[in-house]
Structures are given as C-alpha cells and as structure tokens.
C-alpha cells in the first residue's frame, strides 16, 4: 500500500480526551476515531489489526472443534422473556422500538439466541457435543466507557457456546475452550492469566476469566513470579477428556491468579515471590449447565427416548479490547511495537527522497518485489521530511522499517531496522529482500 493514496490520520499531540497509553496511541497511529460515547470507527490501519485477531481467533477456535456461524445483533425481548433475563438485565441492555411497537434489543451477549437457534434445529443426543461461535459487535451501555477500545458501549466480541448431554461432557467442552484460549492469547504475544471468576449476570459455578497483566487494567490480580514467562502454543489432542483436564489443572495450580477478594493462591514456592498488579480482563469462561435450557426448554431425547435437559457453558474474548491489551503490552516512547502475528503491514518502507531519480527508482522496485512476494509492505512515497517519515513508522509499529536514502542508494544498499529491538543493518538490496521475505 502506498501512504500517498492511503488513510493514517496520525497526529503528533497527545490527545487531550484519552487518559491511557493504549487509548492515546490507537488515535494517535489513526486506528479508530471516536463518533459518540464509546463508539468508534474503525479505519483502515485499525481494521487491519481487528481482521488479524479475528484471524487468529478462528483458527484456535477451529482447532478445539467450534464452529462457525453469525448471529444478529438485534434481538427481540420475547426470545429474552423466555430465559426471564429481560427484566434482570437492566440499564446496560439498549432496547429499541421497530416501527410497529415490536420491542427489540441490540445484544449484549447471545446465550437466549444460540439456545432457540440450537433447540429447534437438533435431533437427538446423538447431535452432541457441539460447540458454536461468532464473531459480532455487542452494545452494553455503560455507565463509564473509557480507555477507548477498553471498555466501549460498542465492542466486538467472540462468543462461542457449548451444548452437551451430561456434566462431564459439559466440562470436557469447557476445558477445551480454556485450552484454545491459552493458545489464542501467546499466538497474540501476550501472557493471559486464567483466574477463577465470578459468573455476574451470564450465571452458573464455573468461570474464569484470562487477564492479561498491565499497569492501566481495571482488575487488581495476585500471581506468583513464575507467570513472568512467554506464552507457548500447547499441542493438545481436544478429543482427549483426560489430557485436556490435566492441561487445565496444571494452569491453574501453577499459575492461576487470584483478586484479593477470593481465596488466596496456594503456598509460593522455592524461588517464587508473590506479585501484584493491574490487569485487563480479555476473555471470560462460563459453564452453567441447565440454566439457559431448562426455561427455554431445550432437551434432546436420550437412548430411552426420555428427553435429556442440555448442559451448556459460553466463552467470551473481547476481540476489539484485545488491542488496547496488545498496545498496552508492547510499546515504547515513540509508539506501538506490533507483535509480527497481528501487525497491520509486515514492513515501512520509506523513501527518503522522493526527488532523487536513484531513491525512487529503488524504492518502487523493491515495494513490487515485496507486493509480488506476499509481504504486506505499507511504502511512504509522501514528498515529506525524513524525520517525519520516521516518528510514523515508529508510531505505527510496523516490525519491520527499510529506509532508502541518496547516500545508500548510489551505493546500491539500504538500512534495515527492526521497531521491537531498534538493531539498525546496513544491507544490499537483495539481502533486504530475502531478509523480509523469509523473516532471516
Ligand atoms: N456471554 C458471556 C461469554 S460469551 C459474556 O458476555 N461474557 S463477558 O461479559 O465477560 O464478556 C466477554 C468479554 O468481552 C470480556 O472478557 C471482555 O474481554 C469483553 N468485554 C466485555 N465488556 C466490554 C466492553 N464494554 N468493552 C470492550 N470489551 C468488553
């Protein structure tokens, strides 16, 4: 993509309306722009992150056997009235009036809708397990939006739902959601904590929530030292009851947190220091058996023909929040450093001096070779200053900068910089290339 025909409104104050880093950046980088109270637009550098998560989202979800499917936004009460919901949910849900006085509701989280969807559409018990999920923008109106993308009116969540025959299966479901969300979260280059939850308004005994660790959360967290290490992708066989649930429990032995308020984590161990810190709540668990399906009358006939009420749990990652999480995980004084899997270009390549037959020449090669060889490449061809082009690049977080100059040009080589550890390379033309182009 060439910044001259492209849309990044970055600006160079701090915006006064945005109290953390997170928020300040995304506007600052021209990711989202605000258009009422909680609110925001997307645009084009912003939605390229937001595809990106969902992207990685999908695949773990698709890995733990969930499907996908896409449910609306707006729902009617009546399908809420069956759950008795309605009325509990209070002033967060938006209802809204059609033209025919048909009471309506711009969701906040799907559990009465996917129920009905499932119920009137499944057989038997030999339909079972099953696990569904979508990705939509939810509207919860808040009391205090703030931080931006953290804690919005409007957001985009994943929310995925299970649906079993008994208890045990409910759980096997549950845990294979806990494991996709471990291994959604290091895919993302973050260390998401599960810690045991309360169940709010959604219900039910089981929950957690995975919170990610950063000094501008709203949730306070206690861990032990050892949660301070990478995230791994866990190889794990999701058809596996026994090994999923050793999965779960090792976690939550070795690592779980705590808030302040439940029980405290278990003895700390030679080597470890207990921690405090803030945190951001990026996904939240839930399994609650029969409480959505018993008044909304779901059963499935059994092997007796007795029909069988169903076991559910929801699991929900806030995909829009994710990114203020990311941001808020991995930046410097200059701007947002993108982990390589979401980043929104691969590579900056920046052309110094557009004047300059040599620069030119060099830079519109290289962006084709790299356009033709796959690399998402985001090219400043602007006719701007130097410095400039640079406290962009740096802003935007794109991992990799290639900067061509008049100097480096006559001598047919360029400068390669990598944002996260700032090593700057003075490399050939083909060395960049094939550096950018297989990552080594
Ligand atoms: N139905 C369940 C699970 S699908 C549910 O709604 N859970 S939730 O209320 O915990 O929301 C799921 C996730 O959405 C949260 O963990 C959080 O990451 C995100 N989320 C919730 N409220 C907001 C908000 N106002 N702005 C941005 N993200 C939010």
């Keep these: 993509?060439?910044?001259?025909?492209?849309?990044?409104?970055?600006?160079?104050?701090?915006?006064?309306?945005?109290?953390?880093?997170?928020?300040?950046?995304?506007?600052?980088?021209?990711?989202?722009?605000?258009?009422?109270?909680?609110?925001?637009?997307?645009?084009?550098?912003?939605?390229?992150?937001?595809?990106?998560?969902?992207?990685?989202?999908?695949?773990?979800?698709?890995?733990?056997?969930?499907?996908?499917?896409?449910?609306?936004?707006?729902?009617?009460?009546?399908?809420?009235?069956?759950?008795?919901?309605?009325?509990?949910?209070?002033?967060?849900?938006?209802?809204?009036?059609?033209?025919?006085?048909?009471?309506?509701?711009?969701?906040?989280?799907?559990?009465?809708?996917?129920?009905?969807?499932?119920?009137?559409?499944?057989?038997?018990?030999?339909?079972?397990?099953?696990?569904?999920?979508?990705?939509?923008?939810?509207?919860?109106?808040?009391?205090?939006?703030?931080?931006?993308?953290?804690?919005?009116?409007?957001?985009?969540?994943?929310?995925?739902?299970?649906?079993?025959?008994?208890?045990?299966?409910?759980?096997?479901?549950?845990?294979?959601?806990?494991?996709?969300?471990?291994?959604?979260?290091?895919?993302?280059?973050?260390?998401?904590?599960?810690?045991?939850?309360?169940?709010?308004?959604?219900?039910?005994?089981?929950?957690?929530?995975?919170?990610?660790?950063?000094?501008?959360?709203?949730?306070?967290?206690?861990?032990?030292?050892?949660?301070?290490?990478?995230?791994?992708?866990?190889?794990?066989?999701?058809?596996?009851?026994?090994?999923?649930?050793?999965?779960?429990?090792?976690?939550i032995a070795d690592y779980a947190a705590t808030d302040e308020k439940r029980d405290p984590l278990r003895e700390a161990q030679a080597g470890e220091k207990l921690c405090q810190s803030r945190g951001i709540e990026v996904g939240h668990i839930f399994f609650f058996g029969t409480k959505y399906s018993k008044p909304m009358g779901f059963t499935l006939p059994g092997p007796d023909g007795k029909p069988i009420p169903i076991q559910m749990g929801s699991y929900g990652i806030g995909i829009s929040r994710l990114l203020g999480a990311i941001i808020e995980a991995s930046h410097d004084d200059n701007g947002i450093i993108w982990p390589e899997a979401v980043a929104p270009y691969h590579v900056g390549l920046i052309n110094l001096r557009v004047d300059d037959e040599n620069c030119q020449a060099i830079a519109d090669t290289l962006y084709k070779r790299l356009e033709a060889a796959g690399v998402d490449t985001l090219y400043d061809d602007r006719n701007e200053r130097g410095g400039a082009k640079f406290a962009t690049m740096d802003l935007i977080g794109l991992p990799w900068q290639v900067v061509i100059g008049p100097k480096g040009a006559a001598k047919g080589v360029v400068e390669l910089k990598n944002r996260a550890s700032g090593k700057k390379q003075t490399l050939t033309i083909e060395e960049a290339f094939n550096l950018l182009k297989t990552g080594h």
Excluded: C
Aim: hydrophobic letters at 40%; glycine letters at 6%.
């Design 1 to 251: 993509m060439r910044l001259s025909r492209y849309f990044l409104p970055v600006m160079k104050e701090t915006p006064a309306d945005a109290q953390i880093i997170s928020h300040k950046l995304m506007l600052r980088a021209g990711m989202i722009r605000q258009t009422a109270a909680g609110i925001y637009a997307w645009l084009p550098l912003g939605l390229r992150v937001l595809r990106r998560i969902e992207n990685i989202i999908r695949e773990e979800q698709a890995r733990a056997g969930s499907l996908e499917l896409l449910m609306p936004t707006l729902q009617t009460a009546d399908l809420w009235r069956e759950s008795g919901r309605y009325d509990a949910y209070g002033p967060e849900m938006l209802r809204i009036k059609d033209r025919h006085n048909r009471e309506l509701l711009y969701g906040p989280t799907n559990e009465e809708m996917i129920t009905a969807l499932i119920r009137d559409n499944l057989q038997s018990y030999r339909d079972m397990p099953r696990i569904f999920y979508h990705i939509q923008w939810k509207f919860r109106d808040e009391v205090r939006p703030r931080f931006g993308v953290m804690r919005g009116r409007e957001f985009l969540m994943k929310d995925a739902y299970s649906f079993d025959i008994d208890e045990a299966a409910g759980r096997h479901n549950y845990n294979r959601m806990f494991v996709a969300y471990l291994n959604s979260f290091a895919r993302l280059g973050l260390r998401a904590i599960p810690m045991q939850a309360d169940t709010g308004p959604i219900g039910g005994d089981l929950s957690h929530e995975f919170i990610v660790l950063a000094p501008n959360g709203e949730s306070d967290v206690f861990y032990h030292s050892n949660w301070e290490q990478p995230g791994r992708h866990i190889e794990a066989d999701f058809d596996d009851p026994k090994a999923l649930q050793s999965i779960v429990n090792d976690h």
